[in-house]
């Protein structure tokens, strides 16, 4: 058996699943996922299962089976210092044990050898590889709502733009994920306007407040996603990939929003330098403009 680690937020944990259906065409051995990750987890809206809501194929491993391969408990708060040196010791004193090092595309194949992994996974070439199944399985159906209905069809009869801006936790580490600038988003809507007649922006953000006050997207068409138009972020999610294009940062919920865009003739525009420290990840597509 081979158990994959979920963690993170949603975009995260699409990343994960991805990682974990190429395992599985990979090898013989049942693969299973392991949310574990979450039980440890209070007052955190962001990082929770909701990858559930999708139509999963691979099970859910019970606490015995990852037991049965890792040799310590990893129980208690992901974000502790004492959670974060069981996996440490877990690392050294396990062979089975894989540790993602690195956002660095790591080829499965090379790592077979190993029964549970534990990483983000964020390259394309993970996801392109699987992509024909994880379109038929990242879907939500009847789970959504009428007002998230209404809305997915107004964008989709419009010349809709899904604009990202992502606040909260990176907004405390800019040395590696930065801050866009009106600057990044005055460039990426230029080249729209120049592609897209008529187009219409819809700005998502986890701080929607703060963006009305601080970016200038009011001279544009814009529509803000107000906090009282949010059911929840997997349907947030079926929104955006319902817009025709994308302007996005270096967020993976966003990065999901533009991929799972049906639209063959969409334009995706993401940063030249997903992380500021530049630290190396194969995540943005060759088909997707950078600025």
Not at 201 to 219: A, E, G, L, T
């Amino acid at each position: 058996m081979k158990i994959v680690k979920l963690k993170g937020g949603l975009g995260n944990q699409m990343f994960q699943y991805g990682f974990a259906k190429l395992l599985e065409g990979n090898t013989d051995e049942e693969v299973k996922l392991d949310l574990t990750y979450f039980d440890g987890i209070t007052g955190d809206t962001v990082r929770m299962p909701r990858i559930t809501n999708f139509n999963l194929s691979l099970p859910i491993a019970t606490r015995d089976e990852i037991n049965d391969i890792c040799r310590i408990s990893h129980e208690g708060n992901p974000l502790s210092t004492v959670y974060k040196f069981k996996l440490l010791a877990e690392m050294i004193i396990n062979q089975k044990y894989y540790f993602e090092k690195t956002r660095a595309y790591v080829n499965p194949e090379l790592i077979l050898s190993y029964s549970y992994f534990d990483g983000y996974w964020q390259s394309w070439k993970i996801i392109s590889k699987v992509w024909d199944t994880l379109k038929k399985e990242f879907i939500v159906g009847d789970y959504l709502s009428a007002k998230t209905k209404l809305i997915m069809n107004n964008v989709g009869n419009q010349n809709s733009v899904f604009i990202g801006v992502r606040r909260g936790d990176y907004s405390n580490n800019k040395s590696h994920f930065g801050s866009f600038t009106q600057e990044y988003y005055d460039q990426a809507v230029e080249y729209i306007l120049q592609r897209v007649e008529n187009p219409v922006f819809y700005i998502f953000s986890n701080d929607i407040n703060w963006v009305r006050s601080n970016m200038n997207f009011q001279k544009w068409n814009a529509i803000f996603r107000e906090e009282n138009d949010i059911v929840n972020d997997y349907e947030e999610l079926m929104i955006m990939a319902s817009c025709k294009h994308a302007i996005i940062v270096n967020s993976t919920f966003n990065w999901w929003g533009a991929k799972l865009n049906k639209s063959n003739k969409k334009i995706v525009i993401a940063p030249k330098n997903w992380f500021f420290d530049k630290k190396k990840i194969d995540i943005v597509p060759p088909n997707w403009v950078q600025i």
